[in-house]
């Protein structure tokens, strides 16, 4: 699973956005987010101290932290041993690995559907805080984000 | 910057298969056995109809490979884990210390609208706290469907409380790798936040059934069979 270019954006994880965070690159999260995720035909990686709280749709989405929501993965999805997951997942293709915890089903999808299609786990709080990173490839960090009501991470 | 970028790019260029247990560190040397319950499940599993099943042993990856690998839906739920969510720890009315069963099943084992083809309760009973089971049992009850059959294993009398427990992972047509399940140095929050420190230690065999409180665990259910098999172990295939 390759990125789809080499500009990423990296939540650090003193980060916490609430809202929905979308966009059109590879996002790296190690922060808090609590809303909905949207990076449709791109890649999202959870870490190790990511706290996510939302449903998640993307091409590929590999776990190490915290998930709480649905992930629809038009790709793969990947669940490290260090992941814990509560959520559905539907995918094409998943991996998880030993140690790793899952709660939730399991469906493997020849064309999966869109996240829209399908009801949202999580309650999207109301939006109330955000972080956006001005250009590609810039690390995020800092206190608690800001008052739009929704995130961007787009290419210039 | 860079170093980032480029661990970035390796998570998505990791193996794409799953660590099996002889790869990961963590794991111990897994166990193989045949299994005739499972055997008996595999008609069942060969269905060209998706099933729905679930699991309700520690996460397999195996597991979940299997069924999906056959375009069934797998539902997976570590009952077990759950259980040592310590915000479940209350009192009766004797004051003895007891898990409180309603908490439980309002936190697990919920799956609006789902209705299973196959139960895999795996060796659950044995080490499920004692307040616990019979209203898990009666969960599942509710949550299988007419004709849908559920697995459990219960240790024999020459278990000792030591008995390691096991987390299964299903190979093939009725062979199962059994792979223990160790001790955890580290504590680890669970889903709610709750910090399980049980899981510094292995579970306990919490008792040993006989055939007549296995019979009287599963009543509700229309059919029951046992195999018994050389481990010393009973596997029981019942039918809702």
């Not at chain 2, 699991?55 to 797998?74: L, P, V």
């Not at chain 2, 059919?223 to 010393?232: A, V, W």
């Amino acid at each position: 699973m390759e990125p789809g270019t080499a500009e990423f954006a990296h939540i650090g994880k003193s980060v916490i956005i609430k809202g929905e965070l979308s966009g059109s690159e590879d996002l790296f999260v190690d922060g808090v987010v609590d809303g909905k995720v949207e990076l449709e035909g791109n890649n999202l990686v959870i870490g190790p101290n990511g706290r996510v709280h939302a449903n998640v749709n993307a091409k590929g989405v590999v776990v190490q932290g915290k998930l709480e929501g649905n992930i629809h993965a038009t790709e793969r999805a990947q669940l490290r041993s260090s992941a814990v997951v509560q959520g559905d997942i539907f995918t094409q293709h998943i991996a998880i690995e030993d140690g790793a915890y899952f709660k939730g089903k399991v469906d493997i999808q020849k064309e999966t559907r869109s996240a829209a299609a399908s009801p949202a786990k999580p309650e999207v709080k109301s939006a109330s805080a955000a972080a956006s990173s001005a250009t590609p490839a810039k690390t995020l960090a800092g206190g608690t984000a800001a008052t739009p009501t929704s995130t961007t991470v787009t290419k210039p | 910057m860079s170093s980032v970028t480029h661990s970035f790019m390796k998570l998505f260029r990791g193996p794409t298969e799953v660590a099996s247990g002889e790869k990961s560190a963590q794991s111990k040397q897994r166990l193989s056995r045949r299994s005739s319950g499972l055997g008996e499940l595999v008609r069942v599993l060969k269905s060209e109809e998706p099933l729905c099943v679930l699991d309700i042993g520690a996460t397999s990856a195996a597991n979940i490979r299997y069924m999906t690998e056959r375009g069934h839906k797998i539902y997976s739920e570590d009952l077990l884990e759950a259980s040592t969510d310590p915000a479940l720890v209350t009192k009766d009315e004797q004051g003895q210390r007891i898990l409180d069963e309603k908490k439980f099943l309002a936190e697990n084992l919920q799956h609006a609208g789902a209705q299973f083809d196959l139960v895999f309760c795996w060796n659950l009973a044995d080490y499920l706290d004692e307040s616990l089971v019979k209203p898990v049992v009666g969960r599942l009850w509710t949550m299988t469907k007419p004709g849908g059959m559920l697995l459990a294993f219960f240790h024999t009398r020459e278990a000792g409380p030591d008995a390691p427990c096991y987390r299964y992972h299903i190979v093939g047509q009725d062979v199962l790798e059994m792979q223990a399940i160790e001790a955890r140095r580290d504590l680890r929050k669970g889903p709610t936040g709750s910090v399980h420190s049980s899981l510094q230690k292995t579970f306990r065999l919490q008792r040993v059934f006989n055939n007549r409180h296995i019979e009287n665990l599963f009543r509700d259910f229309s059919s029951i069979k046992f195999f018994l098999t050389r481990d010393n172990v009973r596997e029981v295939l019942v039918v809702r």
